[in-house]
Every structure is written in structure tokens, then in C-alpha cells.
């Protein structure tokens, strides 16, 4: 493999992973009834975002190969803060069903906000409030999708 590619390769698969996706987000997407613009159907929406992930794919795949290499550093993420990242999804994987989006979000933004070097226990409670609250009235009564705010 030449110098130019390799040095672009990082760039070039991620590239080719959205390309991927969006072609199998697409396939996958294509027994839907689709609708039209006034009155969409199930499948309007995962297609409208499967063709422009292969189009931001795509874009990602040319400007690879136009710009400059990439520079990446040597500092990898600490064990302890991919193991709260984790925790944080299972978290709200575990409690959304038995307690409700609100205490979900809170627990899993709490958890997440530990994976930082800059922790503030205050602060990770006010984001945690905060981002819990908002989800709860852009989904529940903004949407008004059928989530349970506190399952008790």
C-alpha cells in the first residue's frame, strides 16, 4: 500500500463504514411503505437518512483523499472512562423500562459525566436534572410518544 493511502487510511475506512451503513440502512429500510411528503409513510424517514449517509459517506471518501493526513495522538482514553461510558448505556438500558425516562437519562448522563478529567458533582447533578427534563418534554409531551416519565 503507498504512503498516501496509508497515511489516509483511518479517514478512508470511516468513510467506507458510513457508505456501508447507509446501503444497509437502506436495503433494510426498502420493504417500507415510504408515502410522500404530505403524508409519510414509516419508511420516508430511515431512507431520507440512509441516502444522505452515503452522500455525507461519500463527501467523507473525497475530501480523504484530497486533504491533508490526518494527525493523531498518542493519548488513548483512560479503562476507567470507557467503563463508565458503558455503564452509563447499560444503565439506561436496565432502568428505562422499570423506572421510567427520566430516571434513566439522569442515571446515564450521571455516570457519563465521570468519564471527564474535569468532574464537578454539582455540576454533573445539574446536567443530569437538566438533559433528564428536557428529553422528557421533547419526547413525552411534545412528541407524545407513549414513554413513561416515572414508572413507580
Known amino acids: 500500500m503507498s504512503g498516501y493511502m496509508k497515511e489516509r487510511l483511518p479517514n478512508l475506512l470511516s468513510a ?3 457508505i456501508a451503513l447507509g446501503l444497509f440502512a437502506l436495503i433494510q429500510s426498502r420493504n417500507y411503505d415510504v408515502g410522500e411528503l404530505r403524508n409519510m409513510g ?4 430511515p431512507i431520507i437518512c440512509a441516502i444522505a449517509l452515503i452522500g455525507l459517506g461519500v463527501l467523507l471518501f473525497i475530501v480523504s483523499l484530497q486533504s491533508p493526513p490526518s494527525a493523531f495522538g498518542d493519548e488513548r482514553p483512560s479503562i476507567k472512562s470507557v467503563l463508565l461510558i458503558g455503564a452509563s448505556l447499560l ?3 436496565i432502568l428505562i423500562d422499570d423506572y ?4 434513566a437519562i ?3 448522563v450521571l455516570l457519563s459525566t465521570f468519564a471527564s478529567d474535569n468532574r464537578n458533582i454539582l455540576r454533573s447533578i445539574l446536567l ?3 438533559t433528564a427534563a428536557g428529553c422528557v418534554v421533547i ?7 407513549p414513554i413513561k416519565v416515572f414508572a413507580l
Do not use: D, I, R, T
Not at 414509516?42 to 424517514?45: L, R, V
Open 16 to 18: 467506507v463504514l458510513s
Open 42 to 45: 414509516p419508511g420516508y424517514f
Open 91 to 93: 444503565a439506561f438500558a
Open 100 to 103: 421510567g425516562l427520566f430516571p
Open 106 to 108: 439522569f442515571a446515564a
Open 128 to 130: 443530569s436534572f437538566l
Open 139 to 145: 419526547f413525552v409531551y411534545l412528541l407524545a410518544l
